[in-house]
């Protein structure tokens, strides 16, 4: 299967505590996208990278939260000192153009206690 | 901020019944986009759309993209027991980078 993949694919982790998501993007994309989901709502939008440059950041990115995109290839999110509103579903995308057409991985369930 | 406002909210309809379901904007979009999802899983794209006017298929699927470039409309007919979860539609606007912008949601439920 060439599709998006992320893992881990659940976490539990303790409030204060720092974690650190992975994401593949399909090979040939460039773009790659983080998004955030809440139970019962739509996927909000993190952040955005061609290749290895992070070239925009929701201000829901607050200053615990940091993605690199290394090369250009995967990417990882960390979360550092979580707090239990950071509990979600965090999606990684993957595009080429034309811009707008997504591919989601099946997410990374985070639950803080 | 732009807001998607997706209706219904949920559905409870009988196998073989059509659907529909659509989303409205306050500002224009360029890319309209509908996702499937899963419970535990990502959106899985259904059909991109990306003129006034388009109507595409994608087997039992059909999505338009309104001549207002506002609002979509997505109808599913001759609904089957895995056609089960949420529907959610997105918007892209080329001039607000390269985020999507999702609704909040159709729950579809089929009884068989």
């Known amino acids: 299967d060439t599709g998006v993949s992320q893992n881990p694919r659940h976490k539990i982790t303790k409030r204060g505590q720092n974690v650190t998501f992975r994401c593949d993007p399909i090979?040939?994309?460039?773009?790659l996208y983080w998004y955030r989901q809440t139970l019962g709502q739509g996927p909000e939008f993190l952040t955005y990278f061609q290749n290895e440059a992070q070239l925009e950041k929701s201000r829901l990115l607050s200053d615990r939260f940091s993605a690199e995109r290394p090369k250009g290839s995967f990417s990882t999110l960390e979360i550092q000192r979580t707090e239990q509103g950071d509990s979600a579903m965090y999606l990684c995308?993957?595009?080429?153009?034309?811009?707008?057409?997504?591919?989601f991985g099946p997410g990374t369930r985070l639950t803080v206690l | 901020g732009q807001q998607l406002n997706q209706s219904p909210q949920s559905m409870f309809i009988q196998e073989g019944e059509d659907v529909s379901m659509n989303c409205t904007s306050s500002s224009i979009f360029n890319t309209w986009l509908w996702y499937k999802q899963e419970p535990g899983e990502g959106p899985v794209l259904l059909i991109a759309?990306?003129?006034?006017?388009e109507l595409t298929s994608n087997g039992r699927l059909t999505a338009q993209f309104g001549i207002t470039r506002k609002d979509s409309f997505l109808n599913i007919s001759a609904s089957i027991p895995s056609d089960v979860g949420i529907y959610f539609c997105a918007g892209h606007y080329n001039n607000a980078g390269n985020m999507l912008t999702f609704g909040g949601g159709t729950r579809l439920m089929v009884k068989p």
């Open positions: 995308a993957s595009s080429f153009p034309p811009p707008g057409k997504q591919f």
């Open positions: 090979s040939e994309h460039n773009r």
């Open positions: 759309l990306y003129k006034a006017g």
